[in-house]
């Protein structure tokens, strides 16, 4: 998020985190199930939910900090138009200001949590709108603070924070500030940007509607012959499915709606784009790209590393398609045989009393701290764990809350990928605990761009505790398949993602048109690049451009592939090195905003804008891939 104000930046980053963050890193992943009745969260063990009363005793003290929140909108009036006059007046007004943040930061949290344990209650539905539309109103009461920041001389601003101590928390903060100074406008243009805001989200609010809840997808017959309607959640399921007739049926099926909208979706898409050159020139920026990196201070050489370098290290994915389309028994690869599993037969279940267990033994490189605020969240309630009748589907953490530990939402169902969901949930909520312990206010959140790091971080050094765990071959083929399905899609898929994303906008910003059939060979072309001569494009999967959210974004799904590959660095030094890695790395977690993020990793031992990341991830598949083919060839 853009920090154009003091007030919004804090005030509404939970609302980011809960509500945009966590929404695309987890719920892809979900698999829509039906398994008669669900329970009432009422009929749950009290051990395995959340207890919300460490945010609220109460409703009634939720309300009571509602009315305190309401009634102080106008206090951000006495300070309006005196931030330049002394360094005290500068301080109240940022004291206030966190005060205020704090107090909705824990209003969101409560009334969030408590309205995803039923979607169907009013009451909690209504209180979480409530404090959302409260949240805006005080973002628009103190949106003055910023510009009034930025008005305040360079040096006068700087004998401010020399002669008043408590000013000092804010200085980086400041540097921030001054550093966007240029792409700031008057206060009336902002005001005009504000007002344009809206609007320049329709493209993407009309996708979402369209995607989410108008799409008409077709029946088809699965495996079994029956007659059943395609959806998002079943098409995820489908792609698992080892019939592979039912497969290519449900793949031509979802793509069916999109082709038939094609002109409908390059409208919207080619309108996103042009909101987001709109915003990039009126704010002064060179590209789009730029635009959307900047706010993060992520230099343009972090993105173009990444591309540059996974383009010339494609060959470990082409040899995986190779392999797959081998053990398949295929004559022609196609897009919807990259997710079935190769070892169907490797079945097993997992209690979620076990996979703590499993968790506290795999996660035990990264030292007893870590192991001793796992078993804080595990053993205080502050993970809800079981599917029941209203609860929201997926998995999140909950984020940075100050003064309160963050949550974990979880719907269980026994199977290996609710173990991963786990780990990576759990290192969001560690990330997220360590930030909130360590830091004052307004350090006390991360960036997006970090935001992967810890969560990946866990499912590495899972996924390695499995393998070297495993009691027979084919469970060792099967998690080594595991994890090379996760470079494949949270690595590779995501820089094609990111490569098509700048090309889209580069060509338009040039002022070429992008007709559906330009977007469909441009992609088609890409993909065909990434998986190698072994993939057949079907027509279908060059109309990716047009299903994909994570495309009305704008420049944020390079994060993916980045924090990945962060992470996987992270996880060999911590094996190779022991306490000194183990020590960057809780410093890492500690860090929050307190410095850049591309700062934050570079002081744990990773360089972004080198390419031993990347080649770290590449050589990490390789190396996979020569286990795979040596326990294949095994008797």
């Not at 609860?391 to 169902?413: C, D």
């Amino acid at each position: 998020m853009k920090k154009y104000n003091f007030i919004n930046y804090q005030i509404l980053r939970s609302v980011i985190i809960l509500t945009f963050l966590f929404n695309l890193l987890t719920d892809d992943n979900t698999i829509a199930q039906n398994k008669g009745e669900l329970p009432l969260h009422s009929e749950i063990a009290e051990e395995l939910t959340w207890n919300l009363q460490d945010i609220y005793k109460t409703p009634e003290l939720w309300e009571k900090d509602f009315e305190w929140a309401e009634t102080t909108i106008e206090k951000y009036g006495s300070f309006k138009g005196k931030l330049g006059n002394s360094s005290k007046e500068l301080l109240q007004c940022l004291n206030f200001d966190d005060e205020v943040g704090i107090k909705l930061s824990r209003l969101f949290l409560y009334a969030s949590l408590a309205k995803d344990l039923d979607l169907g209650n009013a009451e909690n539905q209504g209180r979480y709108e409530r404090i959302s539309a409260l949240a805006s109103q005080i973002g628009a009461a103190g949106s003055f603070i910023r510009p009034e920041i930025l008005q305040i001389p360079e040096d006068k601003l700087w004998e401010f924070v020399n002669s008043e101590e408590g000013l000092k928390v804010y200085k980086h903060q400041f540097d921030d500030l001054l550093r966007t100074k240029a792409h700031t406008l008057s206060p009336g243009e902002e005001e005009i940007m504000a007002l344009a805001s809206p609007v320049r989200g329709v493209a993407s609010n009309v996708f979402g509607m369209f995607n989410n809840a108008d799409i008409q997808f077709p029946t088809v017959k699965d495996e079994n012959g029956e007659e059943i309607k395609i959806s998002h959640g079943r098409y995820g399921a489908a792609m698992y499915s080892t019939d592979r007739s039912y497969r290519e049926r449900v793949y031509k099926g979802l793509y069916k709606p999109f082709m038939e909208y094609k002109n409908t979706l390059g409208a919207l898409f080619n309108g996103n784009i042009k909101s987001a050159i709109f915003n990039a020139k009126a704010r002064k920026y060179s590209s789009t790209r730029e635009a959307s990196l900047d706010p993060n201070n992520i230099p343009l050489k972090v993105y173009d590393n990444l591309v540059e370098t996974v383009n010339k290290n494609l060959q470990p994915l082409h040899r995986w398609g190779e392999l797959k389309k081998k053990l398949l028994k295929v004559k022609e690869l196609h897009p919807y045989d990259t997710y079935v599993t190769l070892f169907p037969s490797v079945k097993k279940e997992y209690t979620f009393e076990q996979s703590k267990e499993i968790l506290l033994k795999a996660l035990k490189p990264l030292g007893e701290d870590y192991l001793k605020s796992l078993k804080l969240a595990f053993d205080n309630r502050w993970i809800d764990v079981h599917e029941t009748k209203g609860k929201r589907s997926g998995a999140y953490s909950s984020g940075v809350s100050y003064g309160v530990h963050p949550y974990v939402l979880l719907n269980w169902s026994n199977q290996l990928n609710d173990v991963f969901t786990f780990a990576h949930e759990m290192g969001h909520n560690m990330h997220s605990y360590y930030t909130e312990k360590t830091q004052p206010y307004p350090y006390a959140n991360y960036s997006i761009f970090v935001a992967e790091v810890a969560s990946t971080a866990n499912e590495a050094l899972l996924l390695d505790y499995l393998i070297e765990n495993a009691k027979t071959k084919e469970e060792k083929l099967a998690l080594i398949e595991n994890q090379l399905n996760g470079i494949t899609t949270t690595f590779f898929r995501q820089t094609r993602f990111a490569e098509y994303e700048q090309l889209a906008h580069e060509k338009t910003e040039s002022g070429e048109a992008l007709t559906p059939e330009i977007l469909s060979d441009l992609y088609g072309e890409m993909y065909q690049k990434y998986w190698g001569p072994e993939m057949v494009v079907d027509n279908e999967e060059t109309y990716t451009w047009a299903r994909i959210p994570h495309f009305y974004y704008n420049f944020y799904v390079y994060q993916y592939a980045t924090s990945y590959a962060a992470s996987q660095e992270l996880v060999a030094k911590i094996k190779k090195e022991g306490q000194p890695a183990i020590d960057k790395y809780l410093t890492f977690l500690k860090s929050g905003s307190s410095q850049y993020p591309i700062d934050v990793l570079k002081t744990a031992g990773v360089n972004m804008m080198t390419p031993q990341p990347i080649l770290a991830v590449v050589n990490k598949m390789n190396e996979l891939l020569d286990k795979m083919e040596l326990l294949l060839e095994e008797k």
